[in-house]
């Protein structure tokens, strides 16, 4: 890592990395998207390229030195494929990618921000990399009108930093997010091009699950049916990632030669059941244990349903206190 100013963000410690340079290995081909998705892409694709062609090449540039950035928005539910389209992306254009995670570095530079984020834009000129905010959703959020605390007018200075390094920043900025909706508008203005990630369809899963695996070298028994899998369960293709990867370790953790090892449908259908469960037990609500999704009725009855437990805990605090308060007026009038 030649560069002081990575070596700056990064070497803090190994765990805790703020920037990344990833050196991009996936393409499109690695990627399974709905049309729609698909269609957006190759639209951000085409606006990177023609660019070139026509602020460089036909000189464009030096008439409108300004609004340059190409901004593209990522935005869909985790696991639908930003940070690797990202990549692809980066690749297609023979571009490293910077990674950046904004929270990390909030977190870890408190007071520094706007500073970092300037410095970060710098780094992505100097390595003529695609810069890549992933998780964007704290970052790009409303400037708030209200600066009473150090940390609202902190993060107003970003986003307005952010604006004026998009001005004039000429490469190719990527935001990843969960929450478009929070989106300052402004910042929305600057984007060029928006890209929505979708849930995976029937056809796209099936296609995911079979890119998750080695066209040669991955042993699938016989049974295996990814179509039924796809059909079984609607997941995104992080999760069937996820569930292709239990599902190799259960197989091979069986007993017997590796050789004669293979993995079935059973425990296709066994990794992606332990990742929904895993999901719903991250979702889990405080109130009842068991659902995941409350809507608004039953939260009301989950929390009325709380106060009626905790009644007997408040008549014994209520009696203690005015045993107490007797007591206090008996040894006073004493
Ligand atoms: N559309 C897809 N096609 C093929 N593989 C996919 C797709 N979506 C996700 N995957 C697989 O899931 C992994 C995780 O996806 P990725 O990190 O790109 O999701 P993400 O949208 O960035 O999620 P998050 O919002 O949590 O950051 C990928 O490395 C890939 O193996
Ligand atoms: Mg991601």
Redesign the pocket.
């Known amino acids: 890592m030649a560069n002081p100013l990575l070596r700056v963000f990064s070497g803090l410690t190994a765990s805790r990395r703020t920037v990344d340079t990833v050196i991009p290995r996936?393409t499109f081909d690695?990627?399974?998207?709905p049309p729609a998705t698909r269609r957006a892409l190759d639209q951000a694709l085409v606006h990177v390229t023609s660019h070139d062609l026509i602020f460089n090449r036909w000189g464009l540039g030096e008439r409108h030195p300004t609004g340059f950035a190409l901004a593209f928005n990522?935005a869909?539910?985790?696991?639908?494929?930003?940070?690797?389209?990202?990549e692809a992306l980066a690749n297609a254009l023979g571009r490293r990618l910077l990674v950046v995670r904004y929270a990390e570095m909030e977190s870890l530079w408190m007071g520094e921000t706007p500073k970092n984020v300037s410095a970060v834009f710098r780094l992505a000129r100097e390595e003529h990399a695609v810069l890549l905010f992933?998780?964007a959703d704290a970052i790009a959020a409303r400037r708030s009108s209200s600066v009473e605390h150090g940390f609202l007018r902190e993060a107003n200075t970003v986003v307005n930093v952010l604006l004026k390094e998009l001005e004039t920043f000429n490469g190719v900025v990527i935001f990843?997010t969960?929450l478009a909706a929070n989106f300052d508008p402004a910042f929305e203005r600057r984007m060029s091009t928006h890209v929505l990630?979708e849930m995976?369809g029937v056809h796209?899963r099936e296609?995911?699950w079979r890119?998750?695996m080695h066209p040669t070298l991955t042993p699938l028994a016989s049974d295996v049916n990814f179509r039924e899998l796809a059909e079984q369960f609607e997941v995104?293709?992080?999760d069937?990632?996820?569930a292709v990867l239990k599902a190799a370790t259960a197989a091979a953790g069986e007993p017997g030669r590796d050789t004669s090892k293979a993995i079935h449908q059973r425990h296709f259908q066994d990794g992606i059941r332990d990742v929904i469960a895993a999901k719903r037990v991250m979702r889990q609500s405080l109130f009842k244990p068991g659902d995941t999704d409350l809507a608004g009725d039953d939260r009301a009855q989950a929390v009325s349903s709380l106060l009626l437990g905790a009644w007997p805990a408040l008549v014994i605090g209520i009696v203690a206190l005015l045993v107490a308060v007797a007591a206090l007026i008996v040894a006073l009038v004493r």
Do not use: H, M, S
Not at 30 to 33: A, I, P, R, T
């Open positions: 996936r690695d990627v399974v998207l990522f869909g539910p985790p696991g639908t494929g930003k940070t690797i389209c990202a992933d998780e990843a969960n990630f995976p796209e296609q995911i890119v998750q995104t293709g992080g069937i990632r996820n």
